[in-house]
């Protein structure tokens, strides 16, 4: 059983580009969180959707930012119009069902220059 | 949001001693009380998880306590070697909606 997959793993963006971050959540698992990591600091809650629902997005910003789970294939989050302070380390967590539990992937590393 | 902070951003120890990382939550709601363990370059790991009603938890080497009177969480790892060297990060939930984490503690092992 693979675990969390997140693609790319570097990402380099200029400003005003738009970035997709993809996450494929391991298997079974119908929850998925998104997490933004700056350097030396901890996680900040983003989003985290079910299966065609976002159920809490209370970490999003308003405007550039959105995230979708579709029935089929893997979570996608997406930064339009990206600024320097995007720059960030962004991970995926999925789980089987809501509990204490969950699995990181590896992160994308979004660079905007 | 609720904030979940640490008392030692570094805490440097001898292989073979005990390690005893703090953490402090401000949130009385909160139900479940995680520790993750994240490597440089890769995602957090899962230690352990205490939930409310409990004080102590025990999982291989590691050992979690939960203090709700002062709002305190630890987490003592046995016998530390060179691989527990990572930054260590408790986080908390009240409803497994969103989880907020610690600023997280740089744990280093000297051998």
């Known amino acids: 059983n693979a675990g969390v997959m997140q693609n790319p793993r570097h990402l380099v963006r200029r400003r005003g580009q738009e970035a997709r971050l993809r996450c494929s959540p391991m298997?079974?698992?119908?929850?998925v969180y998104w997490y933004r990591q700056l350097p030396e600091e901890g996680l900040k809650f983003m989003v985290y959707?079910?299966?065609?629902?976002?159920?809490?997005e209370s970490g999003m910003p308003k405007e550039r930012f959105s995230a979708e789970f579709p029935k089929e294939g893997p979570s996608i989050l997406r930064i339009q119009q990206v600024v320097r302070g995007d720059s960030a380390a962004y991970f995926c967590?999925?789980?089987?069902?809501?509990?204490?539990?969950?699995?990181f992937g590896q992160g994308t590393r979004l660079t905007v220059v | 949001g609720e904030s979940v902070g640490l008392h030692l951003p570094t805490l440097s120890v001898q292989e073979g001693d005990n390690s005893i990382i703090n953490c402090a939550y401000s949130?009385?709601?909160?139900?479940?009380f995680i520790w993750y363990k994240q490597e440089s370059g890769k995602g957090p790991q899962f230690i352990i998880d205490i939930r409310s009603n409990m004080d102590k938890r025990q999982g291989q080497r590691v050992t979690v306590l939960l203090n709700k009177t002062v709002k305190h969480l630890s987490l003592q790892i046995a016998a530390t070697q060179p691989g527990d060297s990572a930054v260590y990060f408790c986080a908390e939930t009240d409803n497994f909606n969103k989880f907020y984490f610690g600023s997280g503690t740089k744990l280093n092992v000297k051998p």
């Open positions: 959707l079910q299966k065609e629902n976002i159920i809490d």
């Open positions: 298997k079974g698992h119908s929850h």
């Open positions: 949130n009385s709601a909160s139900d479940y």
């Open positions: 967590a999925s789980s089987p069902e809501r509990g204490p539990e969950a699995f």
